[in-house]
């Protein structure tokens, strides 16, 4: 054999306990796994591995790397956290499928979230193309880890439709079916929204329903940003699941949290609600991250209606003083959709990154700090900064509830995911930390979950959703994507002051068989690639 670990304590995915074995990999395949007083496997290297926990991959099911992974060969960000797969495409805005004017303005509007893509070359617009671009990675060798695709609504949307806030017509129904069809043929394993941002959200239940059926033909499953975390999140929760009922087709809950002080406490409504479908036959699944605040754009606060158009739309609304005074009114008074119908606190408003370099004074700062220190009022240093880093900047939202992290994250469809947006002076810690700080805080220090029960958490509950049979567990014949970590260690490295620190306690990660994380430093191994869908139409 190629490599075996010796003595490791297998955390084999499945939720039962651990045991001690040899586990031999042979050509990127788990080749054998032999337990005490079987016959030792050898290879042509050996890892002792006693005193650690040897588990498969961890599977990142809502990540933003979409640009990351061509951008960043050793994208130490996931593979350090032991992390061999992650699901693109998130929140219903990614680069395909795509035209040339469509791809501009996406470019455009989730600047924040990946850059602005000038060091891209943007050679792809089908998704076909954009996963055989991650399958031909740098100069033909692959990418860090392995990518798994969602074809965004949202883009589909800008693509067929525009950003008229309007029901699709008859065509363009069709055409956006089409496109969704095309995604999932060439490999998407489902459909994303993001249905607090433009212009996903203009999309009313009945056209989600017939693109989900779409979706729901293919054995993909459907994945949406909701319509609101804060007033109406339960609504809003209880209509994805009637969308996908009414499809047919599995759903996804993404980040499915409950924040804002209106949910404080709310989790075991949350819960109840899906138990009850799940007892009744739906097929649902959920992520979440190990952290309080969330993150995102800071011009996805606006009202629905002033994104209306596009981002030049927006930026010209903006300069408008009566436009932008009856935005103030809908942000600060009547909470707007884009802050999930609650009234925004600019406190709680923290600027984690922005797009001009000239502009950094504002991270690290809350709105409302950053509008003291100038001595004029919050909307008015948010405006300004909008309108000067050109939609760019990028925020931590301090919302979130322990009780109702806790709560959701011990449920039977809870799997992890990062969200993490990896761009930005100061990005949310979660992008560098999530998964070791499952393993570490919350298993280790807080005993939410069993180590076991975490790791299935993270691996094969994740692999089951993506349809994969042949990941998320330690067993021969499994793919060797693998992690060997110290449970008396792991920890995350990153924190709100110094976000890009990685983790301690993962010496090992294996991508496809083969080291990228080895002794606890990056190897040049570029093994990942595209993860497509197999099933279905």
Known sequence: MDLVFRDASVIDGTGGPSYRADVGVDAGRIARIAREGES??????????????????????????????????????KAAQGVTLEVVGQDGLSYAPVDDRTLAEVRTQITGWNGDGSDIDFSWRSVGEYLDRLDHGFEGEGIAVNAAYLVPQGTVRMLAVGWDDRPATTAELARMQLLVAEGLEQGAVGLSSGLTYTPGMYAPDSELTDLCRVVAQYDGYYCPHHRSYGAGALEAYEEMVAVARDAGCALHLAHATLNFG????????????????????????????PYLPGCTTLVAMLPSWASEGGPDAVLARLRDDATAERIRHAMEVEGADGCHGVPIDWDTIEISGVSDPSLKDHVGLTIARGAADRGEEPFVTARRLLLE?????????????????????????????????????????????????????YVRDLGVLSLEECVAHLTSRPAARLRLPDRGLVREGHRADLVLFDPETVAAGSTFQDPRTLPTGIPHVLVDGRFVIEDGRRTDVLAGRSVRRTRGA
């Open 40 to 77: 030792r496997p050898t290879a042509a290297r050996v890892v002792d591995a006693a005193g650690l926990a040897l588990s498969p991959g961890f599977i990142d099911m809502h990540a933003h790397s979409d640009l990351a992974l061509l951008r960043d060969p050793a994208h130490e960000a």
């Open 262 to 289: 209106v949910n404080q406490g709310r989790a075991p409504e949350l819960l109840t609600l899906l138990d009850r479908a799940l007892d009744d036959g739906a097929d649902i699944s959920l992520d979440t991250y």
């Open 389 to 441: 880093d050109r939609l760019g900047s990028t925020i931590l939202q301090h919302v979130g509830h322990e009780e109702n992290v806790r709560a959701i994250m011990r449920h039977r469809v809870h799997t992890g995911g990062s969200d993490g947006i990896l761009r930005g002076d100061k990005p949310h810690p979660r992008a560098y930390g999530t998964f070791p700080h499952y393993l570490g805080h």
